[in-house]
């Protein structure tokens, strides 16, 4: 099985170690050719604005959006879930997005997350984080603040996070990811 990890800007070799220890090889991905032969894609955490003018650049929107829709296996850290619940970017996710949600790179945090499917919280990290204000019907909220907000959701082939999960030492959400994959090759809804 080979993931690609988007490397145009933000956690590329932190995804990539992830997967390596997931027990999965990491293809990066910087222009359209390299889409090819992969079987999932990660979008990383970064700067959105910067990513999406990237993507265009490389004319890598347009491909990575078509794939999207037709159900390809997509997970979004942090910068990625905006790209995703973002119609005009790359879509995928129903969802209303407050880009840097919890204020500036000073009020970042790091958090325990109860998370749908795990026995143990989520240590979750939030720099400069996103989160979800809303949903629609299909999307599968994975885990939320004390405060209700969405910091995790899964619809379809798209799955996100708000917080950096590849800055910890715990992969759990790279194994759902890995596991959903090999399971169906597309997301199970339940």
């Known amino acids: 099985m080979v993931i690609g990890v988007l490397a145009l800007q933000g956690a590329v070799s932190e995804h990539v170690n992830m997967l390596s220890q997931c027990g ?3 293809k990066l991905i910087k222009e359209p050719a390299d889409l090819q032969d992969i079987e999932g894609i990660i979008i990383p955490g ?3 604005t910067t990513i999406y003018k ?3 650049r490389e004319q890598l929107l347009q491909p990575l959006k078509n794939l999207i829709q037709n159900n390809f296996p997509v997970f979004g850290t942090c910068a990625g879930l905006v790209l995703l619940a973002q119609q005009e970017s790359l879509g995928g ?6 880009r840097n949600g919890f204020g500036r790179q000073r009020e970042s945090f790091e958090s325990l997350i109860d998370v749908e499917g795990f026995t143990e919280p989520f240590h ?3 720099i400069r984080a996103p989160y979800l204000k809303e949903v629609s019907s299909d999307v599968k909220v994975l885990a939320t603040l004390v405060d209700g907000r969405i910091v995790a959701a899964q619809q379809k082939n798209v799955l996100v996070t708000a917080f950096h ?5 715990d992969n759990r959400f790279h194994e759902l990811f890995v596991k959903q994959m ?9």
Request: zero cysteines; a negative charge.
């Open 46 to 48: 970064g700067e959105s």
């Open 165 to 169: 999960p590849e800055l910890t030492m």
């Open 124 to 126: 979750g990290v939030f």
């Open 182 to 190: 090999i399971v169906t090759s597309e997301f199970v809804d339940n």
């Open 54 to 56: 990237l993507l265009v």
């Open 93 to 98: 996710l129903n969802g209303e997005v407050k």
């Open 24 to 26: 999965v090889r990491a």
